[in-house]
């Protein structure tokens, strides 16, 4: 189901006829049945298989995330014994409470979310990095990956467990609201992924963060008893949502399932946070797009070439020094500010 709405007006989302499938259900009856059949679920490998089998992986890259992260390291040790159970965690881990959703709930999130290598990523309620660490196998370590997590404990557990994976050390963890977040300052995104129930207006707010042609995936629901009971069936008061942002004030939004996630953390008290993306010069240059590492060469061979005293020195690549352009210029250029309009193109009509 596809519904038209432009961010300054409430985001009203429609139950379609898909297959209810929540975070409150315990039935883990098909994992049961994969057992019987002689595969015990108690690894990634086998867990992407009964995901696959279940029709929630539909892809090999998804497949791959989930065969390559292994989800007992992000739960609570005592626990790992259910790790791989398709089914929501919810435990104590000393002074953290960790939460993750279902495998299945996760494999359709990311697959929704239509991740590609080099794709910048906001995941809000980021909790324990399971989630992050499945994206960003698929976005590769030359992505932008930012998480926001509430809660200082949990963020710092989250991001010790991913410091362990050397893949996972360019994903940088957060310890703030999302509703902290500066959203004058801080950079645009082509994907964001919200991991707690949000309220619709929320996704306006959210959608402020993406770049034209941008997904966000995460559970919302109606802001009123009465448009739950009237909007939602399946006696879920909350769906996952697709919002692509096809104009700087019009989201397309998508309905995918029924769900029912943790609420999200409204405070707003904490200082401004303001999310940059890479410098150059200052950060890796993997996290830069091609076109840009395109730039910095052309920039570099003009500046360093040999001049001929009869040569037209008035192109500015030949008027500046090097470190003229790289001090002073492309160290405040932002990261995909020389995407070409071809790549917002393919963004938004895909």
Not at 100 to 106: E, K, Q, W
Not at 117 to 134: D, K
Not at 278 to 298: C, E, Y
Request: aromatic share 8%; with cysteine; glycine share 6%.
């Amino acid at each position: 189901m596809e519904v038209g709405i432009t961010l300054s007006e409430r985001v009203v989302v429609e139950i379609g006829s898909t297959a209810s499938w929540s975070e409150d259900d315990d039935d883990d009856t098909e994992s049961e049945e994969f057992e019987a059949a002689g595969q015990q679920v108690d690894s990634p490998q086998v867990l992407a298989d009964l995901l696959e089998s279940r029709g929630s992986i539909r892809s090999a890259a998804v497949a791959a995330a989930f065969r390559q992260i292994d989800r007992s390291e992000f739960v609570p040790a005592r626990c790992r014994e259910s790790a791989f159970d398709d089914a929501p965690m919810r435990a104590r881990d000393g002074p953290c409470v960790v939460h993750l959703s279902a495998p299945s709930i996760y494999a359709t999130a990311i697959e929704t979310l239509e991740l590609a290598q080099g794709l910048s990523f906001l995941n809000v309620g980021s909790g324990s990095g399971y989630f992050s660490a499945l994206a960003a196998s698929i976005l590769s370590p030359s992505a932008v990956h930012h998480c926001i997590e509430r809660c200082p404990r949990l963020a710092a557990r989250s991001r010790a467990t991913l410091a362990m994976i050397p893949a996972m050390r360019h994903v940088t963890v957060h310890s703030a609201s999302v509703f902290d977040l500066d959203e004058t300052g801080s950079m645009r995104y082509d994907r964001v992924y919200c991991g707690a129930g949000a309220l619709s207006a929320d996704a306006r707010f959210l959608a402020r963060f993406l770049k034209v042609g941008g997904i966000l995936v995460g559970p919302f629901e109606a802001e009123d008893d009465d448009l739950r009971r009237r909007r939602f069936r399946h006696g879920h008061p909350q769906s996952l949502v697709r919002a692509t942002l096809v104009a700087p004030d019009d989201l397309r939004v998508d309905q995918i399932m029924p769900v029912q996630f943790t609420p999200l953390a409204r405070d707003d008290d904490g200082p401004k946070l303001v999310l940059k993306g890479p410098s150059w010069g200052i950060d890796s240059p993997d996290l830069f797009p091609p076109q840009f590492k395109l730039l910095v060469a052309i920039l570099y061979r003009a500046a360093r070439a040999p001049r001929a005293p009869s040569a037209d020195h008035s192109a500015i690549a030949h008027a500046l020094p090097w470190h003229v352009w790289a001090i002073s210029v492309l160290k405040y250029l932002a990261h995909d500010d020389v995407e070409p309009s071809s790549s917002r193109r393919h963004l938004l009509f895909s």
